[in-house]
Structures are given as C-alpha cells and as structure tokens.
Nanobody, 129 residues
C-alpha cells in the first residue's frame, strides 16, 4: 500500500518562502506521477503542480507558475514543492497525491478521471497579513 506523508507547512509572511516535502513509501517514484494540490477554507480543491514518474515533465497551475517549483529526490523517495513569493491567497491545506503510470512523461494538475489514487493527510500553509 502506497503511503504519502507531507511536511514543511507553517505560518509565513507575504513574500516569504516555504519548502514542502512529500515522502512516499511502499513503491518507487518511477512508477507514479506526484501531484501537489491545495484546498482553502470554503473553496474547492485546486491542482498546484505535478511531476511525471520519469521526472522529466513538470506542470504548474497558472496561479503559481514562476513562484513554485516542484522537484524530487528518488534516493529519498521524496517530492518537494518550493514556494516563493507567497501571498495570502496561497493559504490552504496542501496535499500530495500519487497517480499510477510507470516511467511516463505525463502528469496532470487535475485529479479527475480516476487520477491520483493515493493521497497524503495534508500540511497547513498560512500566509499572515
């Protein structure tokens, strides 16, 4: 059974930075695309970024493009989300999720059509004002 555990959330001032981590256990990152999603209070879940199982493809939502960077360390089976220039609108619970697809160059920043079968518990990111 695949397990994902997020960490690294916290309180940050506007313009600040955070790095989220998603540790994956139970299988190799080479078999799963990993996506980051977020959900703010009273809002629907939103896709933020994803990295393909090959590690060669990254996608970003328009709202975070050029501010957030996704990366992975296959030796640690960990995916990171570096968040720069944070805004109060970035306040949300951030989740990582895994989508089955070995050695693929594809990933989607949406969790529709059966994508993303495994989810972590989330980590809170709060932008102070």
């Amino acid at each position: 059974q695949l397990q994902l555990v997020e960490s690294g959330g916290g309180l940050v001032q506007p313009g600040g930075s955070l790095r989220l981590s998603c540790v994956v256990s139970g299988s190799s990152l080479n078999y799963y695309a990993i996506g980051w999603f977020r959900q703010a209070p009273g809002k629907e879940r939103e896709g933020v970024s994803c990295i393909s199982s090959s590690g060669f493809r990254e996608n970003y939502a328009d709202s975070v493009d050029e501010r957030f960077t996704i990366s992975r360390d296959t030796a640690k089976n960990t995916v990171y989300l570096r968040m720069n220039s944070l805004k109060p609108d970035d306040t949300a619970v951030y989740f990582c999720a895994a989508d089955w697809g070995p050695y693929s160059n594809f990933c989607a920043v949406v969790a529709t059509n059966g994508r993303y079968q495994y989810w972590g518990q989330g980590t809170q990111v709060t932008g102070s004002s």
